[in-house]
Structures are given as structure tokens and as C-alpha cells.
């Protein structure tokens, strides 16, 4: 709570001594002012009067050039002259000093000799009682000459009063020192009384006023108990009806969240129903389509081994009859291989068989499988193998058919594109590898049209297909054989527009222990 007592005692007494002290000055400067006017008109008078005595022995000096002559024995009589009529008119009086002063600021006479024929025209009040104005000046001065004694240590009334001709101008200035130290005494004796008298009055009103104060400061803590009181029972209040708040809110989050777990757990159920009846029939249709695949297979096996055996007696015998049977015998071995790698697809992807992995070095398995493969007219191979002897698991026969399907699929797009990035009329596969940490990558770069950014999403999809002739299942079964050996596979575009293939397996166990 606020200190009011305090603070009103400490700030009150300031206020009264200060209020006190500053009365006193006010008063002491104003009764100064009335002492100073008072004894001005005393000085005007006594200057006046003392003029009409002095100025038929001062007359011939009044001038400059009476002034310049004041050497002789006769301004000497006349000085003496003057002391005496001055003295006379001073004597039992608080007038000490009297000085004359002419028309050019000269000091004719003065009780202290040693001023006469003083130049006092850049004085302050010889320059106003010139301009026919007295000046009064209350000073406090230590040591100053006077008739018949020095004054010491007192309070002196100086006045310079003009004195005017018959013309109205100003003809001499008499200066008048008055000793007003009794006076200025007696005044602070009662500067003093007064100063003491206000204090008590002050005093008391303080007192009046810190009873008051007193007594509102203890109704004004009483009342601030109370407050706090109330506060206290109030904070109690909020505190148990925010508690009982924060329960509710508890209880409604527990029930909102088993609502969300349970509309989770509705949904979760209803999507991993609906996948599992999607996976249940698309386990069923694959299960009908390997059935019927099988039998295909195998029955159409028969005919195409029947054909393949004719091809090559129909081979030996153009050969043995020298006839130009060469290409068109080509074509058809193509076509045969072609539909025995179809059959092929069409069981791999019915059938998951398990991989017999062995530690393979990559790049060298990799050159030798390209090596056996026939590139189409127009299409050249580049070869960047940078896996550095790197072994990793592979199954030989299975993986064999990826780089195949990879291989075809990358010839048949260049082959459908007529002309190679750049206006170079050769089309160009690169295929690189490179290390990447604990895997190997593996990238198959053409130069063909690319894939769409539309079908990127359907590719691996099985029986999805952009080739007339094609059955789907290429891209579907190399995925699959990728992910059997723990890797990747990425489709994306190259710098040069075409389609960037990218295949990722894991190193072999055993030569990252060794390392």
C-alpha cells in the first residue's frame, strides 16, 4: 500500500519550511523596498535643504573652469567653508558622508578629501540624477571615510539627488550617505520573530493537517485489508471454478480424443477393409491370370520350340541352296524371341521365385551383359562403369532380364525419335555407375522423346502401356525383381530431354565388414 503517512509528513514539512522561508524573503525584501523610499525622501529633503546653505559659498566652483582653479588658498577657505556649514547640518544625524558633484560627473566637495576632484561621470547613479531622476542604492560596506570618523560593517542608504536651476536643468548632484544599520537591525530582529512566528503558525496547521492525514491513512488501511481480504477469498473462488474449468476441459479433450481414435480407428479399418478386399481380388485376378498365363505359356511354348527348330532347318537348307534367306530369317528369330520374352514377363510377374544372390562385381557383370547385346542401326552405347570393383548381392539370371528390359525399352524410344538431340543424326545410350556411400547407383541415359510428366505416376503399373505392341509388364516386372534384391528404381529426364532410369542396390555385406 502506498506509504500516505510518510510521504505527506516528509513532503508537508518541505512544503512548510520552504512556504516559511520564502514568506520572510518576500517580507524582508518588501520592508527593504519601504526603507529604501522612506529614506530616500529623508535624503532628497536633507540634500535639498543643505544645497540652499551651500550654494552661495560653492557658486563660482560650479562650472569647469571654476573647478580647474580649485588650487589656491581660497578654494581651500571655501573647502573648509563647506566642512563646517556640512558638518553642522549633520551633526546628530545618521548622515555621515555628503558629496557634491557638478554638472561633468567632477566631485566638488566631498567629507572625504581625498575624493575631491574625482571624475564620477561613468557612475550608475550620476548618470540618473543627471538624466534628473534620484537614485538609491542599500548597500553593505566594511570601511568608509566619513566626517569625523570612519564607518565600518554597516548598512548604507546612498542617494544621489539632483538639484535643478532656475532653467529646470540639472545644476549639481548631491550624494547622501546615510547610516542605516540600527534600522536594518532592528528590522531583522523582526524578520526573525516574524520567521518564527509563521513557522509556528505553520506548525500547527501541519499538525491539524497530520492528525487528518492520520486518521484517513488508518480508515484508508483498513479499508485496504478489506480489499485484500476480499481479494484473497475471490482468488480462492477463481482459483476452485478454474480448477473445476480445467477438469471439464480435460474430461471434454479425453472424450473428444476417443472420438477421434475411434473415428480413426472407423476409418482406419474401413480403408485397410477396402485395401484388403482390393489386394484379396487383385490376389484372386492374378491368381486366374497366372493360372491362365501357365497353361498359355506352357502350350504356347510347344509351337514356338516346333517353329524355332523349323527356322533352322529352313536356315540350313536356304544356306545348302544358296538362297538370300539371311534377313528375313533374322526378322523372324527376332519376332520368336520377342514372344518367348513376352511368355517370360507374363510368368515372372505371375510367380515370385526366390533369388539365388550371389556377391557380384557390378561393373564387370554389368560390360559383359551389354557386350551381348545388338544395338539397333543408328544407336551407339557409351559406358561410364565407375563402381571400383564393387561386389553387391545379386541374383545373375533375374537381374540379366532388368538390364535387358532397360536396354530394349531405351532402344525402341531413340529408335521412335528421328533425329538426336543437338541435330546429331546417331542416338546414344550411356550407362553409368557410381558409388553412392553404402549402395551402388546404376543410371541408363537415352536420348529418346522422354517420359511424359502425366504417366509418371502409371508406369510401373501392370499392363500399362504407350508401345502398340506392347503388353505392360516389362517396367512392372524389372521393379520388382529391383525391390526383391533390397533396391530402387527412380524414372525421370535427362539434361537432353530424354528418359534417365536410375537403379540403386545395396553393397555386400561381407566386403563392408572387411572395410
Known sequence: MFPLLRYFSIAS???????????????????????????????????????????PVLGPYLSSTGTSSGEGPAFGSMIARLRQIVGERIDGRTVFKVKIINQEGMVLFSTQESQIGTDYSRSA???????GRTASELTRRDDIGALGHPVSDADILSSYVPIFGEGGDVEAIVEIYDNVTALTHHLGRSFIGAGFAIFGLFGLIYLFLLLIVLR????????????LESQAAMAEKNRELGEEIRERVRAEEALRDLNDDLEQRVA???????????????????????????SVGHDLRNPLGTIRNSLAAVAVLAEQAELNLKRPLERIDRSLRRCESIIDDLLDHTRVRDLQLAPTAIDSWLKAVLDELTLPEGITLRCDLSADGMAVPLDADRFRRVVVNLFDNACQAMAGNQDAPGGDSAHRLTVTTRILGERVEISFDDTGTGIPPDLMSKIFEPLFTTKPDGV?????????????HGGEIDIGRNGGGGARITLQLPRHQAEEEAA
Open 268 to 294: 482406419d479399418g474401413s480403408v485397410q477393409l477396402r485395401e484388403t478386399r482390393e489386394d484379396l481380388s487383385r490376389k484372386q485376378r492374378l491368381a486366374t491370370l497366372g493360372q491362365l498365363i501357365g
Open 13 to 55: 514539512a518541505v512544503a512548510l519550511l520552504g512556504a516559511t522561508v520564502l514568506i520572510v524573503m518576500l517580507y524582508r525584501h518588501t520592508v527593504l523596498e519601504h526603507v529604501v523610499e522612506h529614506g530616500e525622501v529623508s535624503n532628497v529633503a536633507m540634500a535639498q535643504s543643505l544645497w540652499t546653505d551651500v550654494r
Open 472 to 484: 505392360g509388364l516389362g517396367l512392372p516386372m524389372v521393379k520388382q525383381i529391383v525391390e526383391q
Open 125 to 131: 547613479g550620476v548618470i540618473s540624477a543627471l538624466s
Open 216 to 227: 484517513a491513512s488508518r480508515t484508508i488501511s483498513q479499508q485496504h485489508r478489506q480489499i
